[in-house]
């Protein structure tokens, strides 16, 4: 976890070695590690890369007070709906011809998919502003934040609806920068013989004649 300290401060009344020229026999953690809210977006947004909707993927990410994921989803059929049957369009004079009645909004999936008891004091990090519904069982699941990157629906109803009802219930919402833009994940890019975790395996000591 991240400490705060820079070059030459103190921990507890002892230097803390941060690399560089402080740091003559590599005992330092690296330093250009994901911080807590990248990694949970990044997450989200990973999750999202699951989705099977041709317009928007949206993927969300629930975080305990110790910043722990309990929780994840993203915006797809219920289970037992095959999504290649149901409908992924939204331009059909037939609402029941639509996608909206049927998808489950990522904060939804998340929310259903949690692995603790409850969520009370979460948070949940979402790339678009959640609309009403997904407001709704935010809400009542007890989560208390909302940290989103998109706030594309702004002003349609849904969302001021969203804002009416977190306002009320207290649930702080905040639009997130992230400190990085890009965050690539590359399979070909992990140096296997470089990742040993564990000591060297020791020489064989000379046989004594
Ligand atoms: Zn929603």
């Given at each position: 976890?991240?400490?705060?300290?820079?070059?030459?401060?103190?921990?507890?009344?002892k230097p803390v070695a941060n690399g560089g020229s402080d740091n003559p026999k590599g005992n330092a953690k690296r330093e250009n590690y994901l911080n807590w809210p990248d990694y949970f977006m990044a997450v989200a947004y990973l999750s999202s890369m699951r989705s099977k909707d041709p317009c928007t993927q949206v993927g969300a990410c629930i975080v305990n007070s110790?910043?722990?994921?309990?929780?994840?989803?993203?915006?797809?059929m219920p289970m037992g709906c095959n999504d290649d049957e149901f409908p992924w369009g939204k331009t059909s004079e037939k609402k029941v011809e639509n996608k909206y009645f049927y998808v489950c909004h990522a904060e939804m999936n998340?929310?259903?998919?949690?692995?603790?008891?409850?969520?009370?004091?979460?948070?949940?990090?979402v790339a678009l502003f959640p609309c009403n519904e997904c407001a709704k069982l935010i809400i009542q699941s007890g989560i208390r934040e909302v940290i989103y990157l998109s706030?594309?629906?702004w002003n349609k109803d849904e969302c001021i609806a969203?804002?009416?009802?977190?306002?009320?219930?207290?649930?702080?919402?905040?639009?997130?920068l992230p400190t990085t833009q890009k965050i690539t994940i590359?399979?070909?890019s992990i140096d296997w013989d470089t990742m040993g975790q564990e000591p060297p395996t020791p020489k064989k000591k000379r046989e004594l004649p």
């Open positions: 976890m991240e400490t705060g300290t820079a070059n030459g401060t103190k921990q507890n009344g110790d910043n722990k994921i309990v929780g994840i989803g993203y915006n797809g998340a929310i259903m998919n949690k692995i603790v008891g409850e969520l009370k004091g979460c948070r949940i990090f706030d594309k629906n969203t804002r009416k009802m977190f306002d009320a219930a207290g649930v702080v919402y905040t639009k997130y590359d399979f070909s």
